[in-house]
């Protein structure tokens, strides 16, 4: 089988764990690897027994790989995307693909003008549960929804935050938790309850020493009319992570790694009408979904997906614009967090790069740095 060869750009921390991916499928060939630190790149290359870079441009240059996956901090996605696009590679890129809305349609229109498969990290989307959930929704079974709710709780320590000088900053990172931990959960979130069209955010942070956000509440409004809650944090050591999605003719709950879906006997719109007791009531049926299945998932199958989407053609788990959804998210809550207000999506690309700008400008540098490059070891079992 003829395999599509594969370079790694950032391979400190998660891009390590892509290279074994990327070396353990059929599908794809690990030719080279890059980082900025160049004792990393060394040590990496050396490790995997490929040639190594320490500047992303020479490696996309070198003839060595059809494709790139990028796998840096979240501020350079959208350069090194697009100059891959230009120099003829196809890019799977981390979440998220871009810190503002702007950069994030750079890339999405770099990826068409130069007509090469985009795709994202969005490993999540591979899992059994989250594909019957979308499964069920799509299916028309929970009717339109009226409710949504995520509640996403995280722990992160302040040894994490010190862990490295563009942690948590707006100049190294452009966010806290909605920029790094939280992107996967909207992504689902956004997948199986749509994109809203107003957010009323709160942001603060709450309990570490840190210049951005690690605690966020969100009051959402759908274009029909629908109202949801978003909550996030790196302040809860105990979940469980929690979606539900209330429609006319069901209600769909994921917790933690259960999933129910409860079945109205008749819509909703229609029972509160018809329904002729003063006490009556509306009766449903609980049905508690056995999840069973022997599908890779995780970021193998991410990685697997986007090389079959090059060599044949196949449909890709996640297309390149839907990365935008997040981000629109993401930039709507920061905005109306900072700026004490009711924000519209799309987000005003103008305002919110402004906004950036001048957060960028008010960062500063850490004053306690120990230095460590340690993936995330609940990730590596996804």
Known sequence: MEKIRIGVIGVGGMGSAHCRSVKSLSETELTCVCDINEEVAKSRGEEFGVKYF?????MIKSGLCDAVIIATP???HPEIAIFAFENGLHVLSEKPIAVRVSDADKMIEASKKHKKIFTIMFQRRTEPLFKKAYEIVKSGAVGEIQKTVCIDPWYRTQAYYNSAGWRATWIGEG???LINQAPHAIDLFTLLGGLPKKIYAKTRTKFHDIEVEDEVSALLEYENGAWGYYYTSTCEPVGPFHMEFTGDKGKLVIRGNTL???SFEYPISESIVKEESMWGSLAYTEEKIEITSNIKTGHAAI???FARAILFGENLIVKGEEGLNSVEFINACILSGKKNKLVELPVNRKEYDDLM??????????KI???ERITDPTFLKK
């Not at 320490?54 to 020479?58: A, L, P, Q, V, W």
């Open 260 to 262: 129910t879906f409860y």
């Open 54 to 58: 320490s500047d992303y441009k020479e």
């Open 74 to 76: 979240h501020w350079i």
């Open 175 to 177: 966010g806290g938790v």
């Open 303 to 305: 990685i697997r997906n």
């Open 357 to 366: 700008e001048e957060l960028k400008r008010s960062s500063k540098p850490k």
């Open 369 to 371: 740095i120990k230095e």
